[in-house]
């Protein structure tokens, strides 16, 4: 009777077990109620890129524009992107609002495809940035090796000349002799000032008096020409982008060109059976930067003044602006490059020399300019 008391105990706790093992895997979604039933498929979710802030049409999307948002992936439709590496870089072609789902009909690549009142360069500037034009040479340019796109450093050369704070005439000042020819009504002196000797005026520049060794004796010294002027030149402004090299096309133009076949300088291209006709270069005579208004402000100046203007290409994965130039002055010369200042000899070559002319080659091209 004791022995039978045990096993229906035995019994009752594995049918427990057994059952509350059932409902613990039937919660978790192990077991079906319906034993026919198909196992609910997993849903994946995925990515997609959204516009993190408002941008403006035509406005070129860099990586801090954008965000994400995670949708499940029935959801997705082929049009969205999944990477934001897809879409830096494109332009909008509408304007985005924030948290918008972005499209691939929604931007484009190329900034003409952006229905833009106005031109079509204008977009490619970046927010905060303005354009600016200056007149380029071939030395000024690189050897015309700038494109659009590129980056560049500027130098800029001046002449420094002292100048009379007041009259802000070039020194030295001229002096004048004053005379008296008389009494005005008895009472004043009438005084005259004049300059006795003619352009250029050496005579009269005024000079500085110096104590002769010799002599023993003060002499005045006047200058024997005018004041040379002091040239410096330095790098202004660095990684600045070209937006184009020459002249920008006007609406119609290259389209013109290409229908009329004529070149920039006007010429019909009229080719005869069999003979083909050279394309025309038209050497750049300026190009436009992408500058800080401060930046162009200062260009402007520049260009006023005359200064020298020099563009020098840079790599364009080369990001160091970090780097700090002297500015070359005479001295910088001298000292930085160990050269010395030739001391006075009691000798000298013959014939003098007084300037110096690069030597004449047999190719080079010698222009005659008629009388």
């Known amino acids: 009777m004791r022995r039978g008391r045990i096993f229906i105990y035995l019994a009752l706790i594995l049918i427990i077990g057994v059952a509350a093992a059932f409902f613990y895997l039937r919660s978790k979604g192990v077991l079906s109620t319906n034993p026919f039933a198909s196992p609910t498929p997993e849903v994946r979710n995925v990515e997609v ?14 990586e801090e524009m954008l965000g994400s948002i995670t949708l499940p992936e029935t959801q997705v439709v082929v049009d969205l992107f999944t990477s934001k590496a897809d879409v830096v870089g494109q ?15 929604m ?10 009142a106005g031109s079509i360069w204008a977009p490619q500037i970046p927010q905060g940035m303005t354009a600016i034009a200056i007149p380029i040479t071939r030395l000024s340019s690189a050897a015309y090796g700038i494109r659009d796109g590129d980056f560049v450093d500027i130098l800029v050369s001046l002449l420094l000349v002292d100048v009379d704070s007041s009259y802000q005439s070039i ?6 002799i004053v005379t008296g020819s008389g009494y005005l009504l008895e009472q004043l002196p009438a005084l005259t000032a004049a300059i006795r000797s003619t352009e250029p005026r050496i005579e009269t520049a005024q000079g500085r008096t110096e104590l002769d060794a010799t002599l023993n004796e003060p002499l005045y010294i006047v200058p024997s020409e005018s004041q040379r002027p002091r040239m410096v030149t330095q790098m202004i402004v660095k990684n600045v982008q070209i937006l184009h090299v020459g002249t920008f096309p006007l609406p119609g133009e290259a389209m013109t060109q290409m ?4 070149s920039e300088t006007g010429a019909t291209a009229t080719p005869q059976p069999g003979q083909q006709v050279a394309a025309t270069v038209v050497r750049p005579d300026m190009v436009t930067l992408m500058v800080t208004p401060q ?8 260009l006023d003044i005359n200064a020298s203007i020099t563009l020098t290409l840079r790599n364009p994965n080369d990001q160091e602006t970090n780097a700090e130039t ?6 910088y010369l001298l000292s930085q490059y160990n050269i010395p200042v030739p001391a006075k000899l009691p000798y000298a070559v013959e014939p003098r020399t007084d300037t110096i002319t690069p030597p004449e080659l047999p190719n080079d091209i010698i222009v005659v300019i008629p009388k």
């Not at 890129?49 to 860099?62: C, K, R, S, Y």
């Not at 332009?91 to 924030?98: C, G, I, N, R, T």
Request: charged fraction near 10%; glycine fraction near 4%.
């Open 107 to 116: 931007v484009t690549p190329a900034v003409e495809n952006v229905n833009l």
């Open 326 to 331: 002297e500015a070359a002055t005479l001295q």
């Open 171 to 176: 020194l030295p000042n001229y002096t004048a």
């Open 49 to 62: 890129v959204t516009a993190d802030q408002n941008i403006l049409q035509g406005t070129q999307i860099t």
């Open 295 to 302: 930046d162009a402000v200062m260009l402007k100046y520049l």
């Open 259 to 262: 229908a009329t076949g004529q």
């Open 91 to 105: 332009y909008a072609k509408y304007p985005l609002a924030q948290g918008i789902l972005i499209t691939s009909a």
